[in-house]
């Protein structure tokens, strides 16, 4: 048997302490910035200045108060401004949808983080969005909710397909459309969310 070299050991010792304090900084990070009591008029700043520059590490700041999760219970009182003013409204919600088309992850990562809070017309108004997106950029939208998989939003956005009745034709055809573009998506870590999403469509078209 090698005797045990304590230099190694030590060495082991002291990046296994380094590790485990960086970890527990993150999380305490993260606990701070989900538990912070924000105004709306605070708020509503962060998402102007992401809307006007809308890069990463502005998402982030308002990615930080978001629920990742939906059942997440949000009990702030500007929650319906907040669907209001990025979801419904004209201005705010063209814009992220825009940069939702023209691929921007971050965007997109908002969006979905705001499903998790939206109820009515707002969940639909999301699931319209993200449903458009899969003929758009079908990986994009895949990524996006393989990284925060929900199974039934996922199946709202898949499905989502405004129409007037009496425009059942166009609804088969864009799903038609919506399978195509998502078999153009040959990422290994996308295929499970790839087929599954592909069944859901197949199951309506039956």
């Known amino acids: 048997m090698r005797p045990f070299n ?10 296994f302490i380094v590790i485990l ?24 700043e962060l998402i102007n200045v992401f809307l006007n520059n809308p890069s990463k590490d502005n998402a982030e700041i308002i990615l930080g108060f978001l629920p990742a999760q939906r059942n997440n219970i949000d ?9 209001e003013y ?10 992220l949808t825009y940069e939702i088309f023209s691929g921007n992850i971050y965007a997109a990562r908002i969006a979905r983080r705001l499903l998790n809070i939206s109820d009515g017309a707002a969940t639909e108004e999301l699931c ?11 990986k994009l939208f895949l990524e996006i909710f393989y990284e925060n ?21 166009y609804r088969r055809y864009n799903y038609i ?9 040959t990422d290994p870590e996308l295929k499970g969310i790839r087929d599954h999403c592909i069944t859901i469509l197949e199951r309506e078209l039956r």
Not at 6 to 15: T, V, Y
Not at 30 to 43: G, H, L, M, V, Y
């Open 177 to 185: 459309r919506r399978i195509e573009s998502l078999r153009t998506v």
């Open 6 to 15: 304590f230099n190694k050991g030590k060495i082991f010792i002291i990046l």
């Open 128 to 138: 319209d969005t993200f449903g458009r997106l899969i003929r758009i950029n079908p």
């Open 86 to 95: 990025c979801v419904m409204r004209g201005d705010c919600s063209w814009i």
């Open 149 to 169: 998989y929900d199974p039934v939003f996922l199946e709202c956005a898949v499905l989502m397909s405004m129409f007037w009745d009496g425009q059942e034709r």
């Open 75 to 83: 009990k702030r009182e500007w929650k319906e401004d907040l669907l």
């Open 21 to 44: 304090a960086i970890s527990f900084m993150g999380h305490g990070y993260s606990a701070a910035q989900e538990t912070k009591r924000i105004t709306w008029p605070e708020f509503k």
